[in-house]
């Protein structure tokens, strides 16, 4: 079963940026895996934020940006705002199975 | 407008059968490269993918769960089923339908029903 890595958590003050990672124990993340990010406060739904790596949702502030990084799939959170404290998932495709990461916690202080 | 709802029972008990249904609105299950998938969160923990439906019937199933898990849809009444065979406490979550787009996956979400296993 191919485990999807994310930071557990991660802090950052407002205004600031901040870069999130997916990385998938079969290899380089790249394209062909169309990472997608989403966006969870507590008792909601996830919310969709990035598909197919960097594209963006009609409801997608500006200040997400979804890309490739290092072998893994990055979601850069530029000028953070109090209101984007919350838990961040990647998915990733694996040739007919999908599998999400374990989140990332981010808090911003 | 895409919607999404989630409905079942909110207590099974172990080794029962959980039958959960997806009904929709805004969209045809019909129409080429639109799916439903499945998704769930145990309390406190990530979320995992566990099966999806295309529109041409095609279907997908999370390896790990293949053998308990069976996905259908009903066009005519807008639904998506999802069976699970042989309940444990462990598969105590909140389980969510979600919308694919021909490419975007999960664009839409319902909002959950949290199913508890126990005797």
């Known amino acids: 079963q191919t485990v999807v890595t994310q930071e557990p958590s991660l802090t950052v003050s407002p205004g600031a940026t901040v870069t999130l990672t997916c990385a998938s124990s079969?290899?380089?993340?790249?394209?062909?895996?169309?990472p997608n990010w989403f966006q969870q406060k507590p008792g909601q739904a996830p919310r969709p934020l990035i598909y197919s790596t960097s594209n963006k949702h009609s409801w997608t502030p500006a200040r997400f940006s979804g890309s490739l990084l290092g072998g893994k799939a990055a979601l850069t959170l530029s000028g953070v705002q109090p209101e984007d404290e919350a838990e961040f998932y990647c998915l990733l495709y694996f040739g007919g199975a999908w599998v999400f990461g374990g989140g990332t916690q981010l808090t911003v202080l | 407008q895409i919607t999404l709802k989630e409905s079942g029972p909110t207590l099974v008990k172990p080794t029962q059968t959980l039958t959960l249904t997806c009904t929709f609105s805004g969209f045809s299950l019909s129409t080429s490269g639109v799916g439903v998938g499945w998704i769930r969160q145990p309390p406190g923990k990530a979320l995992e993918w566990l099966a999806l439906i295309y529109w041409d019937d095609d279907k997908r199933y999370s390896p790990s769960l293949k053998s308990r898990l069976t996905i259908t849809k009903d066009t005519s009444k807008n639904q998506v089923v999802l069976t699970m065979t042989n309940m444990d406490p462990a598969d105590t979550a909140t389980y969510f339908c979600?919308?694919?787009?021909?490419?975007?996956?999960?664009?839409?979400w319902g909002q959950g029903t949290l199913v508890t296993v126990s005797s």
């Open positions: 079969a290899g380089a993340v790249t394209s062909g895996y169309y």
């Open positions: 979600a919308h694919r787009s021909a490419t975007v996956m999960f664009d839409y």
